[in-house]
């Protein structure tokens, strides 16, 4: 059987859910991403200018509040490195944080879990409840702590290949 | 190597009779194969490589001017369907941009589907009057007027002022706007009341956004959220689907947009978590049949449901009933019934040729005629009669940047709407291109491209030397016609591939500023039909059709 990116981004978003995260959006491989955040101005105007992540989701932690996950996925565990990159420079723009909470906020005739976008906007932009994850195949089945990101808490996920064919 | 499957043992077969080929995403044609009931358990999947030469020859025409979604086929490579699915609603000239491949599809006798948003919400910068809705200090009124600028030709302060200070206020004045407003604006408005606000017709569009969510403040931007109705380019689509549908069956489907979904997805509707089907969750994927309301009421079915009855009559060989898709081109119900009028405008003097926008004109060849004359074109267009009448879509660009999407699918899109009579889209006579109006493609290179972009003359070289390496022609005219017989369709770049099938003419118009001009013209396909300087025998021509 042949593995490609999306049994990662499918097995991480299986793991979340069953965690009691709510998955907001995926973006399979190659495909359109619903959930488009804005980069900031390009210097090189060949660059992508919006951020598709592969994987949205929102935690809600013990003391009822929310935290918004942002996550990149990969086949192989050493091309994660591009990814965390990636993920630096968005969690170093504060527009384009605000902009993924934007997207999940609650309103009138909207969904039932979001944020209170008033609120987080008054917020500093170390203060966001955000985390980011990562995520591949990897030696073993692990969940571990990453050195944060903007002092955003990440965490990258690895499955063993049994463990990621078993989604 | 294997194929990558999601599927379970109780869906994909081990003796398969259909192959579901894909571009987009195996997610997709995983998605296809689940809730089809003439496709579960006897179909498999194949990826499309990038090259076409990957792709079985009998499908290849299907392909030939750019690769579908997905097609689906017998075991043994008969086409049954060709498929597109977007999510994005497109604008513009984008609306088009996936034409071409329904084109083909056309020519080739094989039924198509399109699932798209005809209608959808965005979400994108607000202009600086927007964001001033944001400044007003009294809440009441910021409200009032922000509900006010979600409508089309309502001026808020006007109301205001008036004393229509609420929301309720507002809706009962809509109606009786009649007498203080000109009539095509009026008719603009209660269009838009009538579908987004009260929604009691056949069809059920998508709701107003409310003036509160219209505007928000997001960082250092003001980012606004609307409602995209479809315009101009996308009743054009429709009504290309509906005239195709007169010989081979050509369905848009309607891809669903929920407010609930606003800001998270501009309200497209995904299957997220399925429990009946787990392995389509988490795949950004269009929901699945009986998840999303009923479009149009007629039918009573939702739209996901119909397109597989289109999909399993397909499969099954079946004659494909016509499932309502009429209803996308009933006056009114999408479009206002004078919307053909917008399509393109009459030029009456040549001189309007040098100064028109871009945009869809027509006018008789004559006129073309004069106006090339005046640019300093020496092309020999007397094949073109004086008084045939020619539609010319002129594009201005001022980037290096190859001039193949959307304007191939913009091409297959006129060629249908603008060109030809009811009686001349049956696959035989598309491909003939005996065809009642001409087509001229008309590029202005501005700035840059004046000096760098490659669209006509020096792109078509570059073919030329690369697929015939022993080529001595040094006219461009001989090296178009030696490809033609010569080379299959998909052989030839696509920056230039399309241009030359539909256009009777293709013109390169280089502003080097200071009202100094170049110009490179070309007869394409059409016209060299007609003057029988190459036939539908021609290797190209035949790579076309199956």
């Given at each position: ?167 | ?63 030939a001017l ?41 020519v ?257 060849a004559?006129?073309l005629k004069?106006?090339l004359s005046?640019?300093?074109c020496e092309t020999d267009l007397s094949n073109l009669a004086d008084?045939f009448?020619v ?20 091409l297959?899109?006129?060629d249908?709407?603008?060109c030809r009579?009811?009686?001349q889209?049956?696959?035989e006579k598309l491909i003939s291109f005996n065809r009642t109006q001409g087509l001229i493609f ?14 006509i003359f020096?792109e078509l070289k570059?073919n030329y030397l690369?697929l015939i390496?022993s080529g001595k022609e040094k006219d461009p005219q001989e090296q178009l016609i030696a490809l033609i017989k010569t080379v299959r369709a998909?052989a030839i770049?696509?920056?230039i591939r399309s241009h030359l099938i539909f256009s009777d003419v293709l013109v390169a ?10 110009v490179e013209c070309l007869l394409g396909v059409p016209s060299l039909l007609r003057s029988d300087k190459i036939s539908l025998n021609d290797p190209l021509m035949q790579s076309l059709k199956?």
């Open positions: 059987m042949k593995f490609s990116e999306e049994h990662v981004t499918r097995k991480l978003a299986i793991t979340l859910q069953n965690a009691g995260y709510e998955i907001i959006a995926v973006h399979p491989p190659d495909g359109q991403g619903p959930f488009v955040i804005p980069k900031p101005p390009q210097l090189r105007d060949i660059e992508r200018s919006s951020y598709h992540p592969d994987l949205v989701g929102i935690r809600r932690k013990n003391d009822g509040s929310l935290v918004l996950v942002i996550a990149e996925c990969k086949l192989d565990e050493n091309d994660l490195n591009d990814d965390y990159a990636k993920l630096k420079t968005l969690s170093e723009s504060r527009d384009s944080l605000l902009f993924a909470f934007f997207r999940c906020q609650l309103f009138e005739g909207g969904p039932e879990r979001g944020f209170d976008f008033e609120e987080i906007s008054k917020l500093e932009t170390s203060e966001l409840p955000l985390e980011f994850y990562l995520a591949s195949q990897g030696k073993s089945t692990l969940q571990t702590a990453l050195k944060s990101l903007n002092g955003f808490p990440c965490y990258k996920y690895t499955w063993t290949l049994p463990d990621l064919i078993a989604l | 190597m294997a194929e990558i499957s999601f599927l379970p043992e109780s869906i994909s077969s081990k003796n398969p009779r259909f192959i579901v080929w894909w571009t987009g995403t195996l997610g997709q044609a995983e998605w296809l194969i689940t809730h089809s009931s003439a496709l579960r358990g006897k179909a498999i999947t194949k990826e499309c490589g990038k090259k076409l030469d990957e792709l079985p020859a009998e499908l290849r025409p299907l392909a750019e690769q579908p979604d997905l097609i689906i086929t017998t075991i043994d490579m008969k086409p049954v369907i060709s498929i597109e699915i977007t999510e994005q609603q497109e604008f513009g000239t984008n609306a088009q941009q996936r034409m071409a491949r329904f084109w083909s599809a056309a080739c006798g094989v039924p198509s589907a399109y699932l798209l948003p005809v209608e959808s919400y965005q979400l994108e910068n607000a202009s600086v009057t927007d964001a001033r809705l944001l400044e007003i200090k009294d809440p009441k009124k910021r409200l009032f007027m922000s509900e006010a600028a979600t409508f089309p030709d309502i001026r808020g302060e006007s109301l205001w002022n008036q004393g229509i200070d609420n929301v309720d206020k507002l809706y009962s004045s809509v109606e009786s706007m009649e007498s203080k407003t000109n009539t095509s604006k009026l008719s603009n408005l209660t269009f838009f009341f009538k579908k987004h606000v009260e929604n009691q017709e056949d069809v059920l569009h998508i709701r107003k956004i409310d003036g509160k969510e219209y505007v928000h403040k997001v960082g250092s931007k003001n980012v606004k959220a609307y409602i995209r109705t479809p315009k101009v380019t996308s009743s054009m689509v429709l009504s290309w689907f509906s005239s195709v549908s007169k010989h081979v069956p050509a369905y848009p489907f309607k891809l669903h947009s929920e407010y609930e979904s606003l800001f998270r997805t501009n309200g497209i509707v995904h299957t997220v978590f399925d429990e009946l089907n787990p392995h389509l969750s988490f795949r950004n994927l269009p929901p699945g049949p009986g998840k999303t309301p009923v479009v149009h009421k007629s039918e009573g079915k939702d739209e996901i449901t119909l397109f597989f009855e289109m999909i399993n009559c397909a499969v099954a060989g079946e004659e494909i009933p016509e499932l309502g898709r009429s209803e996308f081109t009933s006056p009114d119900k999408y479009f206002p019934k004078n919307i053909k009028q917008e399509w393109r405008t009459e030029i009456k003097h040549h001189k309007e040729f040098l100064i028109s926008s871009s945009g869809d004109t027509f006018a008789k004559k006129l004069l106006a005046e640019l300093g008084d009448f539609n010319i879509f002129k594009i201005k660009c001022g980037v290096n940047r190859q001039l193949a999407d959307p304007y191939s699918g913009c297959a899109t006129r249908i709407l603008f009579e009811e009686s889209l049956s696959p008309w590029a202005v290179l501005e700035k840059q491209a004046a000096k760098t972009n490659t669209f020096p570059r690369k390496p998909e770049s696509k920056s118009q280089r502003d080097h500023g200071g009202s100094k001009y170049s199956i």
